[in-house]
């Protein structure tokens, strides 16, 4: 039996490629007692039998980021740890074979080059320049990416494994993690070969995250979101014309993808391998009759290639060249998804000094990111790059098996769909049902999930074409914009009523509660009966997260955040909780109506005994509709209006009443039509921890004057005094037939000059805006610059800091 440490500072549970890189990058940033666990060898899980493509393409910014560090970290590493390694810097070719994926594509391009890449988009007489043997009769164009390739996998692990020796960490293989127990505020794990008592654990076990995230349960835990699919590709043996032209060339073929028919085709050796993604697809693990193994390391799959036909016979009209190679080998291997497809790093919900970095679907291309982000995490308790794409909170307790299982087959099948703003991907529906549901759907409510809770994005008249198909195009127009607009209009003339399940809502209480919440913003706090929007910065002065406070009496407070933030904002509020306070999760007993509208008034007058004329930012509770509800005068929407905050039986009372004065349904996207004209920011967009307070426009809510320290304040002083690089502004575009999405590049003299964070048509103001952050010196109202959208650069103007629609707040204050 070999010696194991008795203590750590951290241990890590799995030796695949991303629990290694973790590994590696916590020494490189000074922690090197640090134990990482592997119940067989190295690499013997997703990582043995990865196929070790490394791109750096990704519509997500964060996931873009991840990757682009993970080639720039790849090239030199070899060299770094000496030791040596197969990478190859191949390049790749994106087909194209619609107008909207060029667009998608345009849209990449820009965010690569914001990030220093040098992608670009190929006509498609230009593709068979770099690919000889491809077929482009049927192509719009395609993306080339010049710092793509592979790796092998296994090298690149035992690389990253090297690295972190020889820098102090240690490495037990065949070694078992048992289980873990908690003593004394520190974790104990077991194994076979005796305990490891440490400060904190990371569960990076692949796919057996979900195993592994059992051990948790008692300490807070939750079940790991996650399911396992069967993934096959194929080995072809050699083609002499491929080794000709190879030798001629002096490099590979580049790495070629048909996104739209759903494969890769790469040059192995001098040979193909080919990996599908059929929508024909299997999970594994999944029933009794099919459960999960105690141990399968180093296995595969049985072949099972008549799934596969239609993606090799399209592969072989593509590249015809292919027709001419041999099969040599089947590689039929388990991967990992979580619902959406991307990965579970960061802080493990609702346990202490607990990591996950796991469910890695693409486990080698983000890999070295991956670690870095992890190390962050636990080093500094931040990232670098705002990564709520990747956290584990992102999901709450709605991902049941069923739910995971849905979701993960239909994420693999459609590996390289286009996500457009405005199809709902349908598996795993219903999750969460409004008390109103079916009186929404029956209005003509067009679903969308918002933390499993289902919301009407917009209603549907009779007629309208509510198929999957109208929704492919990243256009705003569609059979939803006159139903958006008549929204819009309502609310601007009349009333309207958005049902609203879902808010995060916590209940805060004890003595000196108000103290101590003054310490974790960065503004002030409201009087009783009345309300205020308050910033929550981290250690940085990064926008943490936005609630609505209201001030129920002294040290008595409700907090109300986005629904998605449930448990990110919960943990954030819970981790540094004193003694002797209350925090109460409120969020499945009640339910929100926006009713909002310059006959707001004169509809609650005929329903409610409210006392209507309490001004702006004032909450009572009062009787609507027979129910007891508070009514909180304040509207995302910018009108007159009010929310209803009531138990979720009281709802349906409520809603009927309110429908029966006349107010007409709006939903999300009419919504966030309404919030944008008003420059009002939304999570995890415009507001995240990619920008400080100061940069985000924030000024009026930080109080440097207040008694209270508040965490951030120092990082915010110093800005102030040096002065922000980036600033918020709203910008008016003059756009074609798409508004500016999230992360749409800047541009002014031929410069990148900041990114847009959100952007919309405003049907109050008729015109497109877009919400970014742009280069602090030409943040001047009437500053033109250039958005571009879907490689479009089109003309927009710097406002004036206030709201486009009712500069003045004179319609809210009414």
Known sequence: MSAIPSTARV?????????VSSLYHLCKAGWTDVVLLEKNELTAG???HAAGNVPTFSTSWSLMNMQRYSTELYRGLGAAVDYPMNYHVTGSIRLAHSKERMQEFERAKGMGRYQGMDIDILGPGEIRDKYPFIETHDLKGALYDPNDGDIDPAQLTQALAKGARDMGATILRFTPATGVSRENGEWVVHTEKGDIRCEIVVNAAGYYAQKVGEWFKPYGGRTVPMMVMSHQYILFEEVEEVKQWSTSVGHKLPLLRDVDTSYY????????????YERNCRAHWASPGDPFPDDFSFQLFPDDLERLEYYIEDALARVPLLGKAGLSKVINGPIPYAPDGNPLIGPMPG??????????????????????VLAEWITEGATEWDMWSCDPRRFTDYTDTDYCVQKGMEVYGHEYGMHFPWARWPAAPDRRLSAVHDKVKALGGQFGAYNGYERANWYAKPGDDTSWDAAQTWGRSGPWEARIREECEAVRDGVGVLDLPGFSRFHLSGPGAGEW???????SLPKPGRLSLAYFPDHRGRILTEMSVACNGEDDYTLITAAVAQWHDYEWLAKSLPKG?????????????????PKARDLFAKISDADLSLPWLSHEMWTVAGQKAVLARVSFAGELGWEVHAPVESIPAIYDAVLAEGAKPFGMWALNSLRIEKGYRAWKGDLSTDYSLLEGGLDRFVKFDKPQDFIGKAALLSE????????????????????????????????????????AWGYRVNKSIALGMLRA???????????EIYGERCRAVVQEDQPLWDPKNERIRA
Request: aromatic residues 6%.
């Open 777 to 787: 010196d030409l943040a001047s109202p009437g500053t033109e610059i250039e958005v």
């Open 265 to 276: 085709l790469r040059q192995e050796k001098n040979g193909f391998n080919l990996g599908p």
């Open 517 to 523: 919440l003054l310490g974790q913003i960065s503004g």
């Open 581 to 597: 306070l209350t925090l109460k999760d409120r969020t499945r007993d009640l339910s929100t109506l926006i009713v909002t509208g």
């Open 11 to 19: 241990v890590i549970i799995g030796g695949g490629v991303v629990g």
């Open 46 to 48: 997703s990582t043995w």
């Open 351 to 372: 346990v202490a000094n607990a990591f996950e970095a796991c469910v890695f679907t693409f486990g080698i291309a983000q890999g070295g990111g991956a670690g870095k």
């Open 720 to 759: 102030r005094q040096r002065g922000a690089k980036k600033r918020f502004v709203t910008l008016v575009v003059e756009a074609g037939d798409c508004d500016a999405p999230y992360m749409s590049t800047l541009w002014h003299d031929g410069k990148v000059v900041g990114e847009t964070t959100s952007g």
